[in-house]
């Protein structure tokens, strides 16, 4: 803007407009206004108290700095349109207020620091978020899961009904993708845990400067390690990217297990009117929108975290321009996740199973083909033999247009003589394949079977407790 010398202007350098307005940052980093506004008070205090300046100069930036801060949180201090970027904005803003003084702030800094620090701080918060959103999510679904405990319903390989199981272990198994999520997400917050003010661009200073104190005012564990690696490093963003893609990728597929369930084709279940969208031309329409706009967004995350890794692909160390682009990708996948994780809870809230639909689809389809050839398994038959025979009493059962359970003995003796040798009859097998006998036999650690699932449920309910945060 003419008029306004930039941070690294003595006299004005007639940048020319167009490329003015192309290198600034500020329509997208005004968002770090508050984080900066804390780093640069946190920066100079310790200015102040390592007498890299005089304490009356480092007390008037810290008051002005707080009443900068006071002002941003209430919405009264938007940055001056002419800015570079926020940074810029902030220490310009304070020799306004200060003169002379706020000129001093800058020392032993770069906004390269700034930049990093900044980002790290947001994705403090954005960590966190996300980790909460997910635990509401598992929390939805553990609710869901508790109701359906003996919900039965096939599950799938190659969408294909394979063997018995119920609702609610399907529900869980998502809750153990979620629960590494959580994990994801925690254990790239812990690695982003230090502060890399005191960077002083690329190679440090020679100041006196308190890097520890510094990073203990602002709440992280420690410094970073290497000046230059810390004022180059995106890392963080794009681990915040790469957990949020993995599990968007999560959501996504469950997504389209919803909108598979909720159509007629399955009928597994319907999706609450709150949660489910009409046509404006076809009144008989209930539609899927909340889960199929979770899907596309899962595209656009995706779309960050290559944007945030190609970026970065080139860059010799340390700071280069290419960098400021990192903000509006983690910006969007933040944005992004704060619509997403609450209405897939309130998805996964509106669900409406239908069990018998569910127990429908067990009927037909030989689910329990896998539970006879264990039969015999526990009747000492090898399991390639037992397989054998189980394959050609679902062939049997399959041309006379009935289930396992049907079959007579007669049908068991065409099927092999394995049968026999193993001592099965067919008025055995009724109990034996019901779908709630070969699910509760499935009581292994990581079964489906009802002991386990109540197990599981509480162990996760105990693990959301202990991590929600709010
Ligand atoms: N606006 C810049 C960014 O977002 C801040 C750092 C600028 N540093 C510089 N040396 N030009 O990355």
Redesign the pocket.
């Known amino acids: 803007m003419p008029g306004v010398l930039r941070l ?1 202007e003595t006299s004005p350098s007639g940048l020319d407009p167009r490329v003015d307005a192309f ?3 500020l329509s ?2 005004s968002r770090l206004l508050e984080v900066d506004l804390e780093g640069s008070t946190a920066h100079a205090a310790m200015l102040g108290s390592a007498g890299v300046i005089p304490a009356s100069w480092s007390g008037a930036l810290t008051s002005a700095l707080s009443s900068m801060l006071a002002d941003a949180r209430a919405g009264t201090l938007s940055p001056d349109v002419g800015a ?5 904005f902030i220490e310009q803003e304070l020799t306004r207020r200060l003169g002379d003084t706020g000129k001093a702030v800058h020392a032993g800094r ?3 620091d ?2 990093a620090l900044d980002v790290r701080l947001y994705l403090r918060t954005a960590f966190r978020e996300a980790r909460d959103g997910i635990l509401d999510v598992m929390g939805a679904l553990c609710d869901l899961a508790s109701a359906h405990v003996e919900t039965y319903m096939p599950a799938y390989t190659h969408m294909r009904r394979a063997q018995p199981s119920t609702l609610a272990f399907h529900l869980l198994a998502w809750c153990a993708a979620l629960e590494r999520d959580y994990g994801r997400f925690a254990d790239a917050a812990a690695r982003a845990d230090e502060c890399p003010l005191g960077s002083a ?1 690329v190679a440090g200073s020679g100041l006196p400067l308190n890097r520890e104190a510094v990073a203990n005012a602002l709440g992280f564990k420690q410094p970073t390690r290497n000046a230059m690696d810390s004022t180059g490093d995106r890392d963080a963003c794009v681990e915040y990217a790469s957990a949020a893609a993995t599990l968007l990728m999560h959501l996504s597929r469950f997504c389209e297990e919803i909108i598979l369930w909720s159509g007629a084709e399955f009928g597994f279940m319907d999706i609450a009117d709150e949660c489910s969208t009409g046509s404006s031309i076809m009144p008989q329409k209930r539609n899927p929108d909340v889960a199929e706009l979770i899907r596309g967004k899962t595209g656009r995350v995706y779309g960050s975290l290559v944007a945030l890794l190609t970026l970065q692909k080139g860059l010799p160390l340390g ?1 280069d ?1 290419d ?2 682009e ?2 509006a990708a983690v910006f969007d996948v933040h944005d992004t996740l704060a619509g997403v994780l609450p209405a897939f809870t309130a998805l996964v809230e509106a669900l409406r199973p239908k069990p018998a639909a569910m127990a429908a689809a067990l009927e037909t389809g030989f689910a329990e083909a896998t539970d006879l050839a264990e039969l015999l398994v526990a009747k000492g038959v090898p399991f390639r033999d037992g397989y054998a025979a189980t394959k050609i009493a679902v062939s049997i059962a399959s041309a006379k247009g009935t289930s396992l359970a049907d079959l007579d003995d007669d049908d068991l003796a065409k099927a092999t003589g394995v049968f026999a040798k193993a001592g099965i009859k067919a008025a055995d097998l009724a109990e034996y394949l019901k779908p709630a006998a070969c699910v509760a036999r499935r009581s292994i650690t990581g079964g489906p079977a009802p002991v386990r699932v109540k197990e599981e449920l509480q162990r996760l309910r105990a693990f959301i407790n202990l991590h929600l945060s709010r």
């Open positions: 690294w290198l600034s940052s997208v980093d570079e970027d926020v940074h810029s770069s906004r390269n700034q930049v661009a700071y321009r960098l400021q990192d903000k």
